[in-house]
């Protein structure tokens, strides 16, 4: 990203919302989309008051299409499309999601996302109630569930202050490092972790007598912690500290020159991924029913950077993608092709998507789009430019 | 952003072709379809491969037929964790819509199954070769079957084996969960009754490597060491040993002298014979049915294994069993599968190795073999049948009253160091 650009950017922050759409890479332009320059005119008498219009104004058809889809989804598919493709999705989503904020906006890979999501889900274990009595402590569900949440965050924040001096491939080696590092802790602590076994019978609570086990009941749980998350984001890559935040992963040097305090930011978009992370580790351990130090091991944290890359980390949206495919594949294959051998067609979907498109399936999906339009959008150009342009600091 | 629509119209795409699946298979009356669970991903991917052998073996001995109609295996797949079981059971029940299900492989996962078939009550599962005590034992389900011991009854009569081999006084290495934990209790409960003492215990984790610090700490006046550790852990402990110095007699698991570990190289290898060990069963009982299943299954697999493993056993006679049973029942699985858990409550056969019969937890009662570890003609290693003990159950010859008071075995249960 030019430097000219930045400054534009930068320079603007108070105009963040307009500037930064074009900063992050995601404004169409689009034929049916209101001229902009007719909003920003006073609301005439009798319409609606100007924060409602500012909630609605960002909301375009398609984003009706596909709520319209989301919520009307459990009603058409089969319980178990509802439960283990759609909620489980979700959970996962909402874990790779706080690695596409990370990395895609962050320029830090951190592979401990699963480590924190793992950590929270730990943590609801130890502090509510499970199979283990003689560990848990039985508080009251909404208790241990702000408790885990908050110290999955803390100690978010706590790896990423550990992290932040590293760049690039030693980011993701020292979160590497940590999550190896807490897998052998849970699996190997009896007191606290309850070692190989882990916990069970963690159940999802039931809330104004409405039963979270459900399967459509906990979608819509998964489907209303997703769509938060995925507008929070949002929200926050245009907000001054998202637009830092980006300012940081392209040109550190000179956003420290500029006066950003860059640790504090990065240690921040930490602890914000921590609580994105912390609320998927929540779900998935609702999910599951149980969590063990399996759930935590090399392989699952993979599967997060798996599923981001996956979907492609141009985009918040990226991660759902990604996760959807990724949970498909993981049922799937083995229907497909011989029962010994589906982990190949796994294997070869994730590399045909990362050889013939380095953006993931956004990255497809576009390339798609802008050759059936037959027009020229806007040139591609990717948030996470990383490594190429971080070594000039 | 527009992608969204991808990925509904994707997944609106397989949910249609999903229900258009189910549907068609509605249609053909005469087949009838039984999920099969085990791991042919992770680091049970071969013994999980040979489970899926003995499953099909069972199958292929009836033609494919059972109850007067056709079984279709549908084959699904774990990496041995107990959160991809589940998912993996979900989806053959819930999707593909099997009426009986088959599996999992490994103790914790068959924990984490039995607690889903709670959530099905018209489905059957049998169990594959998990066994954790714990799985029949707390809180059972009542459409959970389990037709193969488990850990803790493979031990039993390995204790008073010990001490007729005068090991008054030994040492325990073993690995750190729940399989091991029931394999040291079947050891230990009739041992420690008897007057043997266990001076320590080291538990080490699932994949060590380095033994250095547990085999400094063995104490110089045990009579044997009991080694329950499994695949590359045994061999790695025995080869450090061996350059250690150490000299003891030992007294393996269940899985801790099988073929793979027998058949290293080492001066430690000469030093194994004699080893005890006990199992479900043996590669060389001595009766037409083993013998006979040996013969079966090294026809019908030529990429097998020279002898059926253990998991290829243990599936076998579960599957056995559930196809027996619809036999029983002529295919009839109506009223909630009523009629056909009566006749899976009464299975009893003479399987390969002993008789197969389940108790009122559904669980197996079956026979332990004790084994020694002995030279062939030709030079190499094999188990030897030294006794066999029979109808042991899932209390380990105890009282129901005794073995609730000690309880299931855990690091400290039973202590035995007394």
């Not at chain 1, 759409?21 to 609301?43: E, F, I, K, Q, W």
């Not at chain 1, 599967?303 to 949970?327: D, E, Q, R, T, W």
């Not at chain 2, 006979?292 to 019908?300: E, S, T």
């Not at chain 2, 056969?349 to 108790?359: E, M, R, S």
Request: charged content about 15%; proline content about 4%; some cysteine.
């Amino acid at each position: 990203m030019s430097a000219a650009r930045w400054r534009r950017a930068m320079n603007s922050s108070a105009a963040a919302a307009t500037t930064t759409r074009s900063v992050h890479g995601t404004a169409v332009v689009h034929p049916l989309r209101p001229n902009r320059a007719a909003d920003t005119s006073p609301p005439a008498q009798g319409e609606a008051p100007r924060w409602l219009r500012a909630i609605v104004r960002p909301i375009r058809w398609h984003h009706v299409v596909v709520a319209a889809l989301v919520l009307l989804y459990p009603f058409v598919a089969t319980p178990f499309f509802t439960f283990q493709i759609g909620a489980q999705s979700l959970a996962l989503g909402l874990i790779a999601l706080s690695l596409t904020f990370l990395g895609g906006y962050g320029g830090m890979v951190s592979l401990a996302q699963m480590t924190i999501a793992g950590l929270a889900a730990y943590l609801l274990a130890i502090f509510g109630t499970s199979s283990n009595a003689a560990i848990s402590l039985g508080w009251p569900w909404w208790l241990a569930l702000a408790a885990a949440l908050t110290i999955a965050t803390l100690v978010a924040a706590a790896i990423g202050w550990l992290s932040v001096r590293t760049e690039g491939i030693y980011t993701i080696m020292i979160t590497l490092a940590v999550g190896v590092a807490f897998f052998y802790l849970a699996q190997q602590n009896y007191t606290l972790f309850n070692g190989f076994q882990g916990f069970s019978k963690i159940a999802a609570p039931t809330v104004f007598d409405l039963d979270l086990r459900e399967p459509t009941a906990f979608y819509f749980l998964a489907l209303a912690c997703a769509v938060t998350a995925y507008f929070f984001v949002k929200h926050l890559i245009r907000a001054p500290f998202g637009v830092a935040l980006q300012g940081i992963r392209d040109n550190p040097r000179r956003m420290q020159a500029l006066g950003y305090a860059v640790t504090a930011h990065r240690v921040g978009a930490y602890a914000v991924a921590g609580l994105l992370a912390g609320v998927g580790g929540v779900l998935m351990v609702w999910y599951n029913g149980r969590i063990s130090p399996g759930t935590v091991g090399t392989g699952a944290m993979i599967n997060i950077l798996i599923i981001a890359v996956l979907g492609g980390m141009k985009h918040p949206i990226g991660a759902f993608i990604g996760a959807v495919v990724f949970v498909l594949l993981q049922n799937f294959a083995i229907d497909l092709v011989d029962r010994e051998r589906f982990n190949l067609v796994i294997g070869g979907v994730f590399l045909a998507i990362v050889l013939f498109s380095p953006d993931g399936l956004l990255g497809l999906w576009q390339q798609l789009r802008a050759r059936l339009s037959g027009r020229v959008t806007q040139p591609r150009h990717r948030p996470h430019s990383s490594t190429k342009n971080r070594s000039e600091t | 952003m527009n992608s969204k629509y991808g990925k509904v119209f994707a997944r609106s795409v397989l949910g249609a072709a999903a229900l258009f699946a189910v549907a068609g298979a509605a249609q053909a009356q005469e087949v009838l379809k039984i999920g099969l669970l085990a791991s042919l991903e992770g680091p049970f991917a071969a013994p999980g491969q040979d489970s899926m052998r003995g499953a099909d073996l069972a199958l292929k001995e009836r033609n494919g037929m059972a109850g007067g109609k056709k079984i279709e295996f549908v084959k699904v797949s774990s990496d041995a964790t107990p959160d991809k079981a589940v998912n993996a059971t979900r989806k053959a029940v819930e999707q593909d819509k099997v009426q009986i299900m088959i599996g999992p492989l490994s103790g914790d996962e068959g924990i984490a199954v039995k607690n889903y078939a709670k959530t099905q009550p018209n489905i059957t599962f049998v169990n594959g070769s998990s066994g954790a005590q714990a799985a029949t034992l707390t809180d059972p389900a009542p459409n959970f079957y389990r037709f193969n011991t488990e850990g803790a009854q493979w031990m039993v009569g390995l204790g008073e084996h010990a001490l007729a081999k005068g090991y008054k006084k030994v040492y325990l290495i073993a690995e750190d969960y729940g399989f091991p934990y029931s394999q040291v209790q079947g050891f230990m409960a009739s041992y420690c009754a008897k007057g043997g003492k266990v001076l320590d215990k080291a538990w080490v984790p699932l994949g060590t490597k380095d033994y250095a610090s547990v085999i400094a700490k063995i104490p110089k006046d045990i009579d044997a060491l009991v080694v329950v550790l499994g695949g590359s852990d045994a061999v790695n402990f025995l080869t450090q040993y061996e350059q250690a110095g150490g000299d003891k007699p030992m007294i393996g698991g269940s899985i801790t002298v099988d073929q793979t570990v027998l058949n290293f190289k080492g001066k430690r290898r000469e030093s194994l014979l004699g080893t005890a060990s006990a199992g479900p069963m043996a590669d060389s009982i001595d009766t037409p049915e083993w013998k006979k299943f040996v013969a079966d299954y090294k026809a019908n697999f030529k990429d097998g294994f020279p002898s059926p493993s253990l998991f290829a056993y243990l599936y076998y006679i579960n599957t056995k069993a559930t196809l027996d049973a619809l036999d029983a029942v002529k295919g009839d699985l109506s009223g909630g599968q009523k009629a056909y858990r009566e006749a899976l409550q009464k299975t009893n056969f003479k399987g390969p190795a002993g008789d197969v019969k389940i108790d009122a937890n559904r669980n197996g009662v079956g026979t332990t073999y004790i084994t020694e570890v002995t030279k062939a003609a030709d030079g190499s290693f094999y188990n030897k049948v030294v006794k066999s003990v029979p109808n042991i159950s899932q209390t380990l010859g105890l009282s129901d009253a005794e073995f609730k008071k000690m309880g299931l075995g855990t690091r400290d249960v039973p202590d035995c160091r007394k």
